[in-house]
């Protein structure tokens, strides 16, 4: 199963799902309205990597950040 992280301000513990292509991320998150959410406007690495095709094939041993804009300074 790939391993989602949440990073930032998203504050949630990582979890495993099963997919096989990053489109359905939003499937698997449709039910929890704050990572929904973020899943609009955040940048997506699959194993330290951005990536910007959601029709990327993802294994079972990926890891998948989420990486949410941010402000600085």
Same mark, same amino acid.
């Given at each position: 199963?790939?391993?989602?992280?949440?990073?930032?301000?998203?504050?949630?513990?990582?979890?495993?799902?099963?997919?096989?292509?990053?489109?359905?991320?939003?499937?698997?998150?449709?039910?929890?309205?704050?990572?929904?959410?973020? &899943?609009?406007?955040?940048?997506?690495?699959?194993?330290?990597? &951005?990536?910007?095709?959601?029709?990327?094939?993802?294994?079972?041993?990926?890891?998948?950040?989420?990486?949410?804009?941010?402000?600085?300074?």
């Amino acid at each position: 199963m790939a391993r989602i992280e949440f990073l930032g301000p998203i504050n949630k513990a990582p979890v495993e799902i099963d997919i096989t292509h990053l489109s359905e991320l939003k499937t698997c998150f449709k039910d929890d309205p704050e990572v929904r959410e973020w &899943l609009k406007n955040s940048a997506i690495a699959v194993n330290d990597q &951005l990536v910007s095709n959601l029709n990327l094939s993802v294994d079972k041993n990926d890891k998948i950040s989420l990486l949410p804009p941010v402000c600085g300074g």
